[in-house]
């Protein structure tokens, strides 16, 4: 019989556990409290995070990581994600015969800004198998056998489709995916926008403004979780929109419950002792702006929700800069379609900063037509000879579909030599004339 052990005997964990003890399977809650162990396999109910629901005989609940681990082959992880690494490392010497590690939890670390999955690999290294669960699903419908649709993510077909028939049943549609890093960002990413929806609906902005609010939330999800390396089309179906939808108009969504208690005024340290349960948007929005200020991302709904939550900032004056903003395209990503941009950073102050908005303009623009050149002179030779790991910035301003070109002029008198520089780097003998010649050919110039 396959055995099936689940970190974390929460809400989401224990209602996965249900439908898989249905399956048939050996299933095993590992949870940290007593009381709850006692409940579940005396009266099969955890009354704490499903009231009301009952459970099957056959879903065992354990304090011991050596009986629910040993000889398991699936383990799905559903702690919060700040607590993950510290479990980890408790667990580590358990976990040797386990190949199939599934990742159900929605956060981000808060101190490493690392995804849940990038965590377990870097701990359990690259000899597993390593998939992710998300989508639109409350734990309590799907423990009520309501129909529920999730996507699990995989990098390989054959293991994927393994797991998904594994999950599957009567009552859960289970769909394949092959971007388990966009699904992980997606589903962290939604729980700040589900903040910002509470916060909206707690104001009695209306429906008008939480279908906005939903629109512009789910671009904001999509040009984050791009530039971290997630795929657009992830960001539409089931982990994205499916998921965003459910989190910010269901008032089982604790990431809602957030914002609409913060909207009466209360600080966020009542809000969530008033909850009871980890709301992980609350984390993840300082992950977030962290990440936006290190790539230059545009996240306005998300830069609204840290200040109110960590800035004191009043909702109101939140809502007011949000419709204050200057009035642009809606899709403005793809009005710059077929762009050509020229960068040059003369400034050595400004060098790392430009050279970070040269590498995140060429991330965010990978899968569109563009072309970018960042111009490399006296200066820029110079810090370069200093500052050497910037070459870093310049490959993978490269390996983005860039170009660098290098002055001649500036190697020859600096005593740089051609062999140093990155891979796929191009010289020229004079900036001044390429120049020229650029903005002949309709290039646009920035000087940084």
Known sequence: MLKIAIVGAGSWGTALGK???????????????????????????????????????????TLSPGEALTETQIVIWTI????LEEVLLTLKSYLKKSLYHVSGIKGMDIETGKSPLQILRSHLGEDRKYFVLGGPSFAFELAQRLPTAVVLAGFEKEATTYLQEVFAWKYLRVYRSYD?????????????IAIAAGISDGLALGLNARAGLISR???ELERCGIALGGKRETFYGL????DLVLTCTGTLSRNYQVGLRLAQGKNIER??????QVAEGVKTVSVIKRLAEERALNLPICEEVYKIIYEGEDPRNSLKRLLSRSLKDEFEEEAMENLKLVVHVPDPARF??????????????????????????YEGVKVLQDFSSYMDLYQEVLNLGG???????????LNFSKDMLPKGAKTIPSGIVALAEWQQEGFSYVRA
């Open 217 to 219: 939330g789910l671009r």
């Open 271 to 276: 809000v969530l002792e008033e909850i009871g």
């Open 80 to 83: 919060p994600s700040h607590a």
């Open 239 to 242: 982990a994205g929109l499916g």
């Open 403 to 413: 170009e660098v070109y290098f002055c001649e002029t500036a190697l020859r008198s």
């Open 180 to 192: 388990p890093l966009g699904v992980e960002l997606a589903g962290a990413l939604k729980n700040v």
């Open 19 to 61: 439908v898989l003890a249905e399956k048939a399977y050996e299933v095993y809650l590992l949870a940290r409290r007593r009381e709850i162990v006692s409940t579940i396999n005396r009266e099969h109910i955890n009354p704490q995070y499903l009231p009301g629901i009952k459970l099957p005989s056959n879903l065992k609940a």
């Open 352 to 377: 790392e900063a430009g050279l970070k908005v040269s590498r995140n303009f060429a991330l965010h623009m990978r899968d569109k037509k563009f072309e970018l050149r960042i111009l490399v002179n």
